[in-house]
């Protein structure tokens, strides 16, 4: 049911959202204690992972899965389908 896959999208991407404006927060009270830098941890929390959907991710991952292809790790390709949650 597209309505329900609507619905779960649309509470995992308010979470999302809610977390990435706790980030500093998150930071200081878990990257603090496990000795890991917090300029580091703000780094790659910020600015390398990246939780968006865009056309360019798209790509990437439809060439990811025609590389797995190639190697044998997959024995089809299936088409790319995304749900709008808008």
Same mark, same amino acid.
């Given at each position: 049911? #597209?309505?329900? +896959?609507?619905? =779960? $999208? *649309?509470? !995992?991407?308010?979470? *999302?959202? #809610?977390? %990435?404006? *706790? +980030?500093?927060?998150? =930071?200081?009270? *878990? $990257?603090?204690? @496990?000795?890991?830098? /917090?300029?580091? %941890?703000?780094?790659? !929390?910020?600015? &390398?992972?990246?939780?968006?959907?865009?056309?360019?991710? %798209?790509? $990437?991952?439809?060439?990811?899965?025609? &590389? %797995? #292809?190639? #190697?044998? !790790?997959?024995?089809? /390709?299936?088409? !790319? @389908?995304? +749900?709008? =949650? @808008?």
């Amino acid at each position: 049911d #597209h309505e329900a +896959l609507r619905s =779960i $999208a *649309r509470m !995992l991407d308010h979470q *999302r959202r #809610h977390n %990435a404006g *706790r +980030l500093d927060r998150l =930071i200081h009270d *878990r $990257a603090v204690p @496990r000795k890991w830098p /917090i300029d580091l %941890a703000g780094t790659y !929390l910020k600015d &390398r992972l990246v939780f968006d959907w865009t056309p360019d991710r %798209a790509e $990437a991952m439809e060439y990811f899965w025609s &590389r %797995a #292809h190639a #190697h044998g !790790l997959l024995d089809r /390709i299936r088409p !790319l @389908r995304t +749900l709008d =949650i @808008r």
